[in-house]
Each structure stands twice: as structure tokens, then as C-alpha cells.
């Protein structure tokens, strides 16, 4: 899980507080469908997108998956690989809502915000590690 989860820790909290803004301080990461956008490393570059990203992230490595969370579980499904673990909320502010996750031993920063783009919005998770930076998406309600 390290080698695929440690991407960009120190550019994810930039990446998570600009993706979050215009969020409920109430803002949760359950009863969404989290789709698997992209996996950073710790100098920002892309390790692993999904087909939607190919364009956009040509070098990088193909991989789709998931993520659900619900009663304070969380379980992510991407490149053929399942791992799952539990989250609390750390913190809101009205704009994004942090999250501390562990899975197994090791504890992620998760931020839940929404992204605002042209075409509309879009509901963002990123976890993040020393390591690497998880960014997943889900459609706004």
C-alpha cells in the first residue's frame, strides 16, 4: 500500500485546500460514489490515473477504481488491489472537512470538499500520506 498510496504529501494539502472551497462545514465523504481520478508522488507527479485522465496524464500508469465510506469505515478498491481501514473527522471550516483515516497502522489526511468547475461541480476526496496523494471524485447531488 506505501508504494501505491504515498504520492505528494506536501502538494496534496495545497491540491486539498484549493479542490475543497465552496463546501459545507458539514461536508462527509459517505453516500457518494468516489471514483479513482489520480495517485501522485511526493514531487507532485502522477504515478497512476484512470482512463478519464489518460489524455492528461500520458505517462502515467492506468489503474480504475473506488472508494466508499459509511459509519466511519472506508474502503478503497483500485488496480486490482482492496484495502480498507477507519476515518473521524478532524476539523471543518465551512469550505472543506478533514479527516484523519488509519489503515492499519499507517494514518492518511483525507480532506472532502467540492471542486467548481465550468461545466458544474464535482464532490473531491483526496487522501494523503508522507508519500503519495489519492485524489478520487464523485458527481455533486
Known amino acids: 500500500m506505501k508504494k501505491f498510496f504515498a504520492a505528494a ?28 481520478a ?31 465510506a459509511e459509519d466511519g469505515g472506508i474502503a478503497i478498491a483500485v488496480a486490482d488491489k482492496e484495502y480498507s481501514g477507519t476515518y473521524r473527522k478532524a476539523d471543518g471550516d465551512g469550505k472543506s472537512a478533514l479527516y484523519v483515516a488509519l489503515f492499519g497502522e ?12 465550468t461545466d458544474g461541480e464535482e464532490y473531491t476526496l483526496i487522501l494523503s500520506s508522507e508519500e503519495y496523494a489519492v485524489t478520487f471524485y464523485a458527481d455533486a447531488d
Do not use: H
Open 9 to 36: 504529501a506536501g502538494v496534496c494539502l495545497a491540491v486539498c485546500l484549493v479542490s475543497a472551497a465552496g463546501c459545507s462545514e458539514d461536508l462527509s465523504p459517505e453516500g457518494k460514489d468516489w471514483r479513482f
Open 38 to 68: 489520480f495517485a501522485q508522488g511526493q514531487a507532485g507527479q502522477v504515478l497512476f490515473c484512470s482512463e478519464e485522465y489518460a489524455a492528461v496524464y500520458p505517462d502515467a500508469e492506468r489503474a480504475e477504481g473506488i472508494c466508499s
Open 106 to 117: 499507517e494514518e492518511w489526511n483525507m480532506v472532502c470538499g467540492v471542486t467548481e468547475r
